[in-house]
């Protein structure tokens, strides 16, 4: 079975600033890939950025980028130069490999709310 | 390229009647996933679907819920009878398949509240 465990229910952050939200996995795969979405007020799921188990380096897109630590099995999400529009719930999730018993779904973690303050 | 249609965005019924959830998958995209979202909480998997079968519906509840994804026209997530604690956002997404890198596309939701 997968977790995902994210243990900030609420950050703030100024605007302008870093931010890292925190998300830790925990997964008998060998092969998996780490998602992060964003839940704005509105509801719908925005896909940020993607990490696979076997990527060598971090995943970068744009303003967010993911601190993979593999032997800590931790997947932060970073994201610089915080927005207003940034304030939003956020979530980590993973999808097993092919064949295993989490292949296809995703397991998400219970999210951590984003305040950007002006 | 139109994204993942969810219909309708609001539904309402009362207990016993039977709900039905509609979704358009991406074009290309053969995988449908269901996820249903309590208030405050993560999303949590009911049903992973590829064209005419089911290929993983192991968050669904036994009873009374079930979903298809027949070879023309979109998913369907059927609940009947439906009770207080169905209420929930249900949430559709799709994958051209279900494993690597491709991420999982989500419709906008459809919003269930129980009378």
């Known amino acids: 079975a997968q977790k995902i465990t994210q243990t900030q229910p609420g950050m703030f952050v100024q605007e302008k600033e870093a931010v890292t939200l925190d998300c830790t996995y925990d997964?008998?795969?060998?092969?998996?890939?780490l998602f992060w979405y964003k839940q704005p007020s509105s509801g719908e799921m925005i896909f940020l950025i993607y990490?696979?188990?076997?990527?060598?380096q971090n995943a970068t897109e744009g303003r967010y980028s993911l601190n993979f630590q593999k032997a800590r099995k931790s997947a932060n999400l970073v994201i610089s130069a915080s927005q207003l529009g940034d304030s939003a719930m956020y979530f980590c999730?993973?999808?097993?490999?092919?064949?295993?018993?989490?292949?296809?779904?995703?397991?998400f973690g219970q999210g951590t709310i984003l305040t950007v303050h002006p | 390229n139109a994204g993942v249609m969810q219909n309708p965005r609001h539904l309402v019924r009362r207990r016993g009647q039977e709900a039905r959830l509609r979704c358009s998958p991406m074009?290309?995209?053969?995988?449908v996933y269901w996820y249903r979202q309590l208030p405050e909480e993560g999303l949590k998997f009911m049903v992973y679907?590829?064209?005419?079968?089911?290929i993983d519906e192991s968050g669904m509840p036994k009873e009374r819920f079930s979903a298809e994804f027949p070879k023309e026209g979109p998913s369907i997530l059927r609940i009947q009878q439906v009770v207080r604690g169905d209420s929930a956002a249900y949430f559709c997404?799709?994958?051209?398949w279900g494993w690597g890198n491709q991420p999982q596309h989500f419709g906008d939701g459809t919003r269930l509240s129980i009378l």
């Open positions: 990490q696979g188990s076997y990527d060598e």
């Open positions: 679907l590829q064209k005419e079968n089911i």
């Open positions: 997964t008998s795969d060998q092969s998996y890939g």
């Open positions: 074009k290309g995209h053969s995988h």
């Open positions: 997404a799709s994958s051209p």
């Open positions: 999730a993973m999808r097993g490999q092919a064949g295993g018993t989490s292949y296809g779904k995703l397991t």
